[in-house]
T-cell receptor, first 111, second 111 residues
Framework: NAGVTQTPKFQVLKTGQSMTLQCAQD?????MSWYRQDPGMGLRLIHY???????DQGEVPNGYNVSRSTTEDFPLRLLSAAPSQTSVYFC??????????FGPGTRLLVL | RKEVEQDPGPFNVPEGATVAFNCTYS??????FFWYRQDCRKEPKLLMS???SGNEDGRFTAQLNRASQYISLLIRDSKLSDSATYLC????????????FGSGTKLNVKP
């Protein structure tokens, strides 16, 4: 099993550009989440999904969109990148036992 | 007020020492509690769940105090390999997985 995969690993964007961060899991987990991690801030929840077709906002959703058309995939879209979105992004999935499995992260720099 | 608060540390301890971290949570209805470990520039991984009766896994002991709304992690006989950031995680929801992370406590174990 690959677990949770994320692409790309690194990305540099210019202000105003858009991009999609990919996340996929092969554990048939219902729940998937996106977090950003900034120095001294811990992980903050951006958006989460409780199943295919169902998403909701977390603590810091502004500037990000998500969709969940399949159980496996949960992409995160940055509509118009800003320097404040420079961060490390983690995707996670979990099942009924609540243990979260994280992807390796995407390091994003917005210039 | 943050959902979950932790002392950021760092805690600098010698090998063999016992060290304890606390974490407080704001939602008294919170249901599930966890400690995750994060190594530098890596994704978080589950260290242990925290049960109402407390639980132990080798050198690690976790306790929950619902009345005071805090959870603790005790590490005995610290090893160099215990050096990491320890993240407190809370799920305030009854019926789905939506997790809030503390900012993490950094532990440095010195020879």
């Amino acid at each position: 099993n690959a677990g949770v995969t994320q692409t790309p690993k690194f990305q540099v964007l210019k202000t105003g550009q858009s991009m999609t961060l990919q996340c996929a899991q092969d554990m048939n987990h219902e729940y998937m989440s996106w977090y950003r991690q900034d120095p001294g801030m811990g992980l903050r929840l951006i958006h989460y999904s409780v199943g295919a077709g169902i998403t909701d906002q977390g603590e810091v959703p502004n500037g990000y969109n998500v969709s969940r058309s399949t159980t496996e995939d949960f992409p995160l879209r940055l509509l118009s990148a800003a320097p404040s979105q420079t961060s490390v992004y983690f995707c996670a999935s979990s099942g009924s036992e609540e243990t979260q499995y994280f992807g390796p992260g995407t390091r994003l720099l917005v210039l | 007020r943050k959902e979950v608060e932790q002392d950021p540390g760092p805690f600098n301890v010698p090998e063999g020492a016992t060290v304890a971290f606390n974490c407080t949570y704001s939602n008294s209805a919170s249901q599930s509690f966890f400690w995750y470990r994060q190594d530098c520039r890596k994704e978080p991984k589950l260290l242990m769940s925290v049960y109402s009766s407390g639980n132990e896994d080798g050198r690690f002991t976790a306790q929950l105090n619902r009345a005071s709304q805090y959870i603790s992690l005790l590490i005995r006989d610290s090893k160099l390999s215990d050096s990491a950031t320890y993240l407190c995680v809370v799920n305030p929801s009854y019926n789905f997985n939506k997790f809030y992370f503390g900012s993490g406590t950094k532990l440095n174990v010195k020879p």
